[in-house]
């Protein structure tokens, strides 16, 4: 493409420019950055326009990642990426909490996706 910036530096560009934004909104307004960790906000707060940044970002990532990758690779990820969330919401309690709160056994969790193993937590962890 000459003369014109391809869509995947464009999307790159809008995560860069965007990001930047709301990491310039945390750090002025002292705000704590997204993390994993337990006690991270489940909620950022961010103002509309902050907000509306988070979304240009989270939309042109995942364009990103799309256009990035083989049509059947798509297609298997984005199924993993759906099982990779729940299991990292498991992941943040406990191992024995975590199969109390959802009510669904470890052995059920591995038949359900397929995971080989022993079935126990331990597996994953």
Not at 46 to 74: F, K, W, Y
């Amino acid at each position: 493409m000459t003369g014109t910036q391809s869509r995947i530096a464009e999307l790159a560009a809008q995560v860069a420019q965007h990001t930047q934004r709301i990491d310039d909104y945390l750090n002025q307004n002292g705000l704590p950055h997204p993390s994993f960790h337990a006690e991270s906000p489940s909620d950022l707060g961010l103002q509309p326009d902050i907000e509306h940044s988070r979304t240009v970002v989270l939309r042109a990532s995942q364009e990103l990642n799309d256009l990035l990758q083989h049509p059947r690779d798509l297609l298997f990820n984005h199924h993993v990426r759906i099982c990779t969330i729940r299991v990292s919401d498991i992941c943040q309690f406990s191992k024995s909490a975590a199969a109390q709160c959802s009510g669904i056994s470890s052995a059920h969790l591995s038949v359900r996706y397929r995971i080989q193993g022993t079935g126990g937590w331990g597996d994953y962890f």
